[in-house]
Structure formats: C-alpha cells, structure tokens
C-alpha cells in the first residue's frame, strides 16, 4: 500500500494542472404549435447525438484554429474537446481542457461561435434561408479555479485501496503457494511420526549453551524439558540409550537442540555423552568452547583411546567432538570401529546423543541412525518445505532406522504460530518471567553457569 501509495504521489506531483472551460448548448427547432413543438423536441434529441460528433471532428477543430490564433494544429485542439450528450434532453456539453486555463477559455469561445455556425450551415435546406436547428449557448463558457486534474487526494485514496488489494493478494498467493511447515499437525501428518515438541525460536541459541542448570526457566529450556520427558516414555517397552539428532537440510538448529537436550538429561542427574558425528561442519566444539582438534575421528583412525579425547563438561555432562575432518566421513561413519565405538559407550554413558548432518545433503545421518536406538527429526517452522520433510522421512525409512518423532525448531513465541506459552507457570523472577515482562535476564546466571562447568 505505501509503494502504491509513493508511485501515485510522485506521478501526481509530476502531472501538468489541466483547467476545463465548459459550454452548454441548447439545440431546439422553430415550431408554431403544440405538436410541432413536440415533434421538434424529438428532432432535437436524435440530433444532438449526432451534433456530439461533431465537436470533436477535424473539421470544426480547423474553424477553431483558423480563428484562436492559440498556436495548437487542428490536432491537438480536437484533443482537448470533449463532449456528452445529457441524457433525453436537447442540452449538449463542451468540455475544453488545457494546461493554459487563458488558452482554454479561449478554445471553448471560439468554439461556441464556431459551432453554432456549423450547425446552422449544415442544417440549413437548399435554396432556404432558415436553418431547421436553432443552436444557443445555455451556459458559459466557465472555467474552473482549479484544475480538474490532477486530483491529490482522490488519487492517493485509489491508489492506498489498489495497494491494499494487491496487498492481500500477495499474502493470499504466498500463503497457498506456500509449502513450508507451519504447525505440528502439518509436521506429524508428513512424517507420520508423533511431534514430541515445538521449541520456540531464541534469539541466544547460536551464540552459547543453553543456561539449564538450576533454575533455568526459558521458554525454550521449558519446551526442551518437555523434549526430554518425551523422549523417556515415547516407547517404554523399547528404552533409547543412542539418540541421532538430525534435520533434512542445513540452518535448523540441530546442533544447539542437541546441546541443550544433552544437559537436560544430564540435570536428570543421567550420565550423559554429546558425540559430534558431523564430520563435514562440526559445530559442537566452537559451541560449547572447547577443543575439538581430536575427537571421534581420532578414536576410528586408531590414533587415541576413547577416554583420552572424551571432554567433561559440567557434571553429568562429557563431549567427544568430531576431531580432524576426514576425506569420507559417510565410510568412517559407517566402519566396524564407529559400531564397536557406539558399543562400547553404550555400558558407560545412560544416554548418548550424537549431532549428525542433515540427512538430504549427505547420507552420514542415516548410517549413525541405523546403529542407534532412534533418531529425532528437527523441522524449522515455516522453513523447512514439506518436500524436505517426506525425503529426509524416506531416507530414515530405507535404512530401517527409527524415527522416534520430530521436533518442531523456531517456532514464534508470539502470533498466531505460537505452538506453547510458559509464561503462566514461569515462577517470579525466573528468567522466562524477566523475558515477558520486557527486561533481559541477567547475565550472572549465565556466568555462574560458565563457571561450574569449566
């Protein structure tokens, strides 16, 4: 609307002001009695259709200009006259519209004079000399003090409307071409996989861990909680111990989810690993500060013992980053020593979460998810396409792997895409309590937090 808006204040500005000068004609015949007269007004009213076209012809527009001496060609002076016939009556309007309102005048007086000869001439019998059609002036000629174009405000208002209905147009055809994940149904529907929770989008998720420790109570820290309660109970009979995280493309936030679960249940006071699988853009290290020269890759080329590269973190909580990147990651990934490995941390750590690429670029998460116990699926909320979503199911589903359920990332905290509040049960100075009340939470708590598990 504002676009529509400028365009037709910038072509209003720059439009030339147009003055009309108006003459009324009335077109009547001589009569001598009642039925003449009646006679003669429906000889006026078919004639004054036809006396219409003529004062726009070339022939009355050169009269015209024969006599202005206004500098205009025939042309253009046929070009500012308009006329219209009023509806069943002998009255005919002339309408001249110039930049000049003087020239204007001008044009329509000579007009006036003109045409009333031309008339009168061509209605005239031969060998008579009376003309059948008598032509006055009813009115004018009048020229308007202001000009008749352009009009300002009707312009604007037209143009605000277009914008409008264009607007919404717009958000109607992106909304119905739009093929993105918007709600959980959506997301549950296409993956036929339950939903297990919808985290809200946090601006601090990128730049460091998840504050959780103690009493951490963010909206995000809540839906992740939730997350970890899921997980627990989504199939009692079939406990998870090794956990794939993975998305179908890059920039869902995989990494960081898998952060901030991996502390969650090391608050359940579990013994807790984060294994960085990603061996092609790891981000597990740089995103919790820690070295991640050796890691994973180190232990499956033979170089270093898995309790040598393992990195406590906090309490409850070890890291085992990628190490260095190698030339094939899917066939280290994929080795007897990466099954061997998953083995033997199995009797150390209750519960392992490993961070591995997206599943549509590469196929190094379907080959980890194939040894776990299961595997989440993350979808960015009005991101991730429902093409995306079907292909990363289908390639989950090819190698037997179990998808225990998705996970709905940055969702709106507020509008109509919100998917959970937790401001209601948020307890009084918590962080999320700081957050609805418009204040930032405090920077102690985080530091604190720094602090314990360096």
């Not at 998810?369 to 199911?393: E, F, H, I, N, P």
Request: charged content about 20%.
């Amino acid at each position: 609307m504002l676009a529509a808006v400028g365009v037709a204040a910038i072509i209003t500005v720059q439009t030339v002001p147009q003055y009309a000068t108006s003459v009324t004609f009335f077109i009547t015949t001589p009569n001598t009695g009642v039925t003449d007269a009646y006679q003669g007004g429906l000889f006026s009213q078919q004639r004054v259709k036809s006396y219409q076209n003529l004062l726009t012809s070339d022939r009355l527009a050169l009269l015209i200009a024969e006599r202005t001496g206004a500098g205009l060609t025939p042309d253009q002076i046929r070009e500012r006259i308009s006329a219209q016939a009023i509806h069943e009556t002998v009255l005919l309007e002339a309408t001249v519209t110039d930049s000049d309102p003087a020239r204007s005048k001008l044009i329509a007086t000579t007009l006036a004079t003109r045409f009333k000869a031309l008339v009168e001439s061509l209605e005239t019998p031969p060998g008579k000399r009376l003309s059948s059609v008598k032509v006055e002036v009813a009115a004018g000629p009048k020229t308007t003090d202001t000009p008749v174009s352009p009009k300002p405000v009707r312009n604007l208002l037209f143009a605000a409307l277009l914008g409008v209905i264009a607007g919404c147009g717009a958000a109607a055809l992106r909304e119905l071409l739009d093929t993105t994940i918007k709600s959980p149904e959506a997301l549950q529907d296409l993956a036929a996989a339950p939903v297990l929770a919808g985290v809200p989008f946090d601006t601090d998720a990128k730049s460091g861990p998840l504050n959780v420790s103690g009493k951490g109570h963010s909206a995000r820290a809540e839906a992740l909680r939730q997350l970890r309660t899921n997980l627990q109970y989504v199939d009692v009979d079939k406990p998870v111990n090794t956990l794939v995280v993975t998305s179908a493309v890059p920039g869902e936030g995989k990494s960081s989810t898998a952060c901030g679960l991996a502390m969650l249940f090391a608050e359940a006071e579990q013994r807790v690993l984060i294994m960085d699988a990603d061996l092609r853009r790891p981000r597990i290290a740089d995103y919790l500060g820690l070295e991640g020269a050796v890691g994973l890759t180190t232990v499956l080329a033979g170089q270093a013992e898995i309790d040598d590269v393992l990195q406590r973190y906090g309490t409850n909580l070890w890291v085992l980053p990628s190490g260095f990147l190698p030339p094939n990651p899917s066939e280290m990934l994929g080795s007897r020593h990466m099954a061997d490995l998953l083995g033997e941390l199995r009797k150390q750590f209750d519960m392992i979460i490993v961070d591995c690429p997206p599943l549509l670029p590469v196929t190094d998460a379907a080959v980890v998810a194939a040894r776990a116990d299961g595997a989440l699926l993350l979808a960015r909320s009005r991101k991730t396409t429902s093409a995306q979503v079907t292909t990363a199911v289908k390639a989950l589903r090819s190698v037997d792997a179990r998808l225990l359920g998705c996970v709905l990332n940055m969702v709106a905290s507020k509008g109509p895409d919100a998917y959970y509040y937790y401001d209601e049960y948020a307890p009084k100075g918590s962080a999320l309590a700081d957050l609805m009340s418009g204040e930032s939470p405090a920077d102690t708590a985080s530091a604190r937090h720094a602090a314990s598990v360096r």
